[in-house]
Nanobody, 122 residues
Framework: QVQTVESGGGLVQPGGSLRLSCAAPGFTFGVYAVGWFRQVPGKEREGVLCISQSDVITYYTDSVKGRFTISRDSAKNVIYLQMNSLKPEDTAVYYC???????????????WGNGTLVVVAS
């Protein structure tokens, strides 16, 4: 069973930055799209950003435009989520998930990780 592994979360002050990483030991992202999702306890999971197998980027929410970016390092087989100008409302558990080729909603994602917690607070 493939499982993604998220890392890079932590506590950061408002206005700060974090870079999350998504890896998948034993699995090559290659022709897979990778999406970042987030969830606050008690709320529905929300899509953040996704990168397709051809590096087309999809924003699932306008709230991160101009602040978050997604990138793929094929040599390292890692997907990054760069988060700048963080706000308290960005606090959530962040998950990466993957499915073949194209970005889609969370229900279509095949493989998930356990998430990494991001807390934005002063």
């Amino acid at each position: 069973q493939v499982q993604t592994v998220e890392s890079g979360g932590g506590l950061v002050q408002p206005g700060g930055s974090l870079r999350l990483s998504c890896a998948a030991p034993g699995f090559t992202f290659g022709v897979y799209a990778v999406g970042w999702f987030r969830q606050v306890p008690g709320k529905e999971r929300e899509g953040v950003l996704c990168i397709s197998q051809s590096d087309v980027i999809t924003y699932y929410t306008d709230s991160v435009k101009g602040r978050f970016t997604i990138s793929r390092d094929s040599a390292k087989n890692v997907i990054y989520l760069q988060m700048n100008s963080l706000k308290p409302e960005d606090t959530a558990v962040y998950y990466c998930a993957t499915q073949p080729f194209y970005c889609g909603d969370s229900s279509g994602m095949d493989f998930w990780g356990n998430g990494t917690l991001v807390v934005v607070a002063s």
